[in-house]
């Protein structure tokens, strides 16, 4: 099999390589990705002396010069597949997947030349690893639609099944036969683990492959509209599946960090003290008694109290354990957090999240507080009045003019009473409350929501993102 050297893609033929990198900085502004004039000035001068026909270099001169910030990577790989792809159009090769006596593809030979080739690390030096991919979108992604000829990244993995490849991997790395304890080859957690990699390598070359295939043919825009995903900050929320949701969590601790700066300086500018009138008048005397300049008390900034309630059921549990992640995260900035956490029954679960931060103590303490406290004592389904008039019930005493009242959940109570009393107790006690809600704020009030009659008794702001949620809680929290 013959590799080719990647060629730029017929759209951009015409266009100079300044203005072909221009146009990928201003994708990747679009998509949230910071990237300043110096940036680009930098990015320009690092082509000057790359070698362009060496895209691996290309791809990590260009991002080391423009971004800054690791969790939008992979945003930033999938920009550059489409403005830098691998050559235009069908790849030529030299041979052919293998078949059956029937003429139809061999599912189960080509997976056994995935492993091989995998198992190879000359495979994608020679470019062989890459033909293969190829010859895989082509002949098992391909599929005709109703705009013609188009290619699924989702349908050639699904014939591969690179996870089913991960012991033949393994086993090919290892080498041999059976050991003199009779365990099979590459059973050993170090080829397990390179097969596991490997085994993604091949994932993510098919989906690039086939996005080259289908930029090629519907247009760069077309295909980014689905195949870019979105900044890990721009998330939402309630949509995020596991590996996303791990993304965002990824974001807390530079989220955290950069709040806690904001709410410092908020802190530091928003008490000048109190006006000493012992010292004005004596400043007076040099004025014929006129209190002209004024002097303050040296300021005695407090820190504030604060009071978290989050849903925590299904609908909404991502958007709660990432909040409380990062309330968790800021708890130095306030006097004391007490947080309380429900389904139908509110519960506090303040003692939960007292010790250690890290992702695996904080999955632990989510899980002790779900199975252990008293959250869901009615039909397991949201109920925001029965938690309402509970906390009015058994909490109220936590909630003071010295602190602030945060509630964290979407608002949907399954048609049961909203409670509006409890709620205006509630805000009528606290200093500052606000209602933090994951959903679109069209949705409000459509269907079971009652978030628009509680909008109207507590100040509500849509937080669907990270980027959202972050906003909201530097503008809003007390200092």
Not at 31 to 55: C, H, K, Q, T, W
Not at 70 to 78: C, K, L, S, Y
Request: glycine share 8%; with cysteine.
């Amino acid at each position: 099999m013959t590799a080719h050297p990647p060629s730029p893609p017929d759209q951009d033929a015409d266009v100079p390589l300044v203005g072909h990198l221009t146009g990928f900085v201003d994708d990747l502004r679009t998509r949230g990705i910071v990237v300043g004039p110096s940036e680009l000035i930098d990015a320009a001068r690092a082509m000057e002396v790359l070698d362009l026909l060496d895209r691996g270099s290309l791809r990590e001169g260009l991002a080391t010069t423009l971004i800054d910030d690791q969790t939008h990577r992979r945003v930033f790989d999938r920009v550059f597949d489409l403005w830098f792809p691998l050559g235009t159009g069908k790849r030529t090769v030299d041979t052919a997947l293998p078949r059956t006596d029937a003429g139809a593809i061999d599912v189960e030979a080509v997976r056994d030349l995935a492993a091989e080739l995998l198992a190879d690390d000359s495979a994608g030096q020679d470019g062989r690893l890459s033909q293969f991919v190829a010859m895989v979108v082509d002949e098992l992604g391909r599929y005709e639609s109703t705009r013609g000829e188009a290619f699924s990244a989702y349908q050639a993995m699904s014939s591969v099944n690179p996870q089913t490849l991960i012991a033949r991997i393994a086993a090919a790395m290892a080498g041999g036969g059976d050991d003199e304890l009779g365990n099979r080859p590459g059973t050993e957690p170090v080829y397990r683990s390179a097969a596991r990699a490997r085994a993604a390598d091949l994932r993510a070359a098919i989906e690039t492959e086939t996005q080259r295939r289908m930029a090629a043919r519907s247009g760069r825009e077309r295909v980014a509209e689905y195949a870019v995903p979105d900044l890990p900050e721009n998330m939402n929320f309630l949509s995020a599946g596991a590996s996303q949701m791990a993304e965002i969590r990824r974001t807390v601790e530079p989220l955290a960090r950069l709040l806690a700066a904001k709410l410092e300086t908020r802190r530091r500018r928003a008490h000048h003290g109190a006006v000493d009138v012992r010292s004005t008048l004596r400043a007076s005397m040099s004025t014929g008694g006129v209190p002209i300049d004024l002097k303050l008390r040296k300021p005695r900034p407090g820190r504030p109290e604060l009071i978290v309630i989050c849903d925590v059921s299904g609908s909404v549990a991502g958007f709660s354990q990432f909040t409380l992640r990062l309330v968790s995260a800021l708890r130095q900035q306030f006097s004391s957090v007490r947080v309380f956490a429900f389904v139908d029954t509110v519960d506090e679960v303040t003692e939960f999240f007292e010790r250690g931060s890290d992702d695996e103590d904080f999955g632990a303490s989510m899980h002790r507080m779900i199975s252990t406290a008293r959250i869901s004592t009615r039909d397991g389904h949201s109920d925001y009045g029965n938690m309402l008039r509970g906390f009015v019930d058994e909490y109220l005493d936590s909630v003071t003019h010295r602190g602030a009242l945060l509630i964290l959940g979407d608002g949907r109570s399954n048609y049961h009473d909203p409670r509006l009393d409890a709620l205006r107790v509630l805000v009528e006690r606290a200093r500052h409350a606000y209602w933090l809600n994951p959903e679109a704020r069209r949705n409000w009030g459509v269907g079971d929501s009652v978030a628009t009659e509680y909008a109207e008794v507590i100040e509500m702001f849509e937080c669907r993102n990270a980027t959202q949620l972050g906003r909201a809680i530097a503008d809003l929290l007390p200092v």
